[in-house]
């Protein structure tokens, strides 16, 4: 699971770097940055925000132009196999 969390991690980074700043995405960020360092656990309830937040802003991304939309998506991928 911690490998997975930090190849998410990489993933939402590169995507926040590449494509800009969005407010939702960086809170996701802060959550799964709790998590993987142990602070927080992460439940069911929570894993479907992110899922659906990661969607929403590829999209966005997808809309402004941003080529490096997909990582998000490949980061949803990962967090699903969780």
Not at 4 to 19: E, K, W
């Given at each position: 699971?911690?490998a997975?969390?930090?190849?998410?991690?990489?993933?939402?980074?590169?995507?926040?770097?590449?494509?800009g700043?969005?407010?939702?995405?960086?809170?996701?960020?802060a959550?799964?940055?709790?998590?993987?360092?142990?602070?927080?656990?992460?439940?069911?309830?929570?894993?479907?925000?992110?899922?659906?937040?990661?969607?929403e802003?590829?999209?966005?991304?997808?809309?402004?132009?941003?080529?490096?939309?997909?990582?998000l998506?490949?980061?949803r991928?990962v967090?699903?196999?969780l």
């Open positions: 699971m911690r997975r969390l930090s190849d998410a991690l990489v993933l939402i980074r590169t995507t926040l770097l590449s494509c700043k969005h407010p939702r995405l960086e809170q996701v960020l959550i799964l940055e709790e998590v993987y360092e142990g602070v927080s656990y992460l439940d069911e309830e929570t894993l479907e925000y992110i899922v659906e937040v990661l969607d802003v590829a999209g966005i991304f997808k809309v402004r132009g941003c080529l490096d939309y997909h990582l998506e490949q980061a991928d967090l699903e196999r």
